[in-house]
């Protein structure tokens, strides 16, 4: 590694958090600690999303963001978010880093910290931001994530 030449990647993905249907990939691990909670607080849901182009979930795949989200606010929707994405497309096919951060689900941006990564992305730091896209009745989101991340 050469500690000289760090680099700024920006990315834009669309994250799909699909917790209804056949095939969910936002699952339930930790149920809410009172059922009359407003914002679930203590629930935590594993997720294994798909990372894509567009803000269409069959646009094309780039990777996956793997992790989980928990309810860590009793006054707001406030995630706790520890997810790693995996790129699975192109010169960074393979590599990872990772976000964890506060996620106040009704703000309109949210900011979380890039806290590693691993192949091109090994000592990545930065910074995503998470702008919901839409929200369906059954709960299903998808959210684009403008990335900054500082690698080498």
Sequence with gaps: ?????????????YWHDIVSG???????VVKAASPTSKTAFGMIDMIDNPLTAGPDVRSKLVGRAQ??????????????????FAIMEGKY??????????NLVFSKVREMAVVGG?????????????????LNSTGDAVVQYDCYVMHY
């Design 118 to 134: 691993s192949g091109l992305f090994r000592f990545a730091t930065g910074y995503v931001q998470a702008k919901t896209h839409s």
């Design 22 to 28: 056949p095939s969910p990939t936002s699952v339930p």
């Design 93 to 102: 096919n393979g590599s990872t880093f990772t976000v964890v951060g506060r």
């Design 1 to 13: 590694v050469d500690f000289n030449k760090q680099k700024l990647s920006h990315f834009v993905l």
């Design 67 to 84: 992790g989980f989200y928990a309810s860590a606010c009793q006054t707001d929707l406030g995630l706790l978010m520890t997810m790693n």
